[in-house]
């Protein structure tokens, strides 16, 4: 049997089809690239945005969480709240990648017409509590 999961590993590790007589083993993990990084401060989120949010039609951004808490740690991600000129439907992944790419860590970007459908009344006070703008205002 273990000579059966090695064949399996290598494969995976490989690129190979992890299959090995009937063995199929789950995709490996593979972290985000910029994982186990301190995210910047406020200030200079606010400073390396600034030509994204122009080329993309941001008139205000937010940022909120541990971040705009002054308790981010290694790992922690930067969340931001984004009020565009013009919505950009599935370009939205495209920006979140970008700002992530900018920053150095993991990004989760929200539109302001999602903060203003949010329901759960405890999420949206914790979030409100944190907004912190970092462009535009």
Do not use: W
């Amino acid at each position: 049997f273990s000579s059966v999961v090695s064949t399996a590993i290598a494969a995976q590790a490989s690129g190979a089809p992890a299959r090995a007589r009937g063995l199929v083993l789950p995709p490996l993990v593979v972290p985000h690239p910029t994982a186990g990084r301190l995210p910047p401060s406020s200030e200079e989120i606010g400073r390396r945005v600034e030509p994204l949010c122009r080329k993309h039609g941001i008139v205000r951004l937010e940022i909120f969480g541990s971040v705009a808490r002054g308790e981010a740690r290694m790992g922690s991600d930067v969340d931001l709240i984004a009020c565009f000129r013009e919505h950009p439907g599935l370009g939205m992944v495209m920006i979140e990648e970008a700002f992530s790419e900018v920053l150095g860590v993991p990004v989760h970007l929200l539109t302001a017409e999602t903060m203003a459908a949010m329901r759960n009344p405890y999420r949206k006070a914790s979030i409100d509590r944190d907004r912190r703008c970092v462009y535009g205002g």
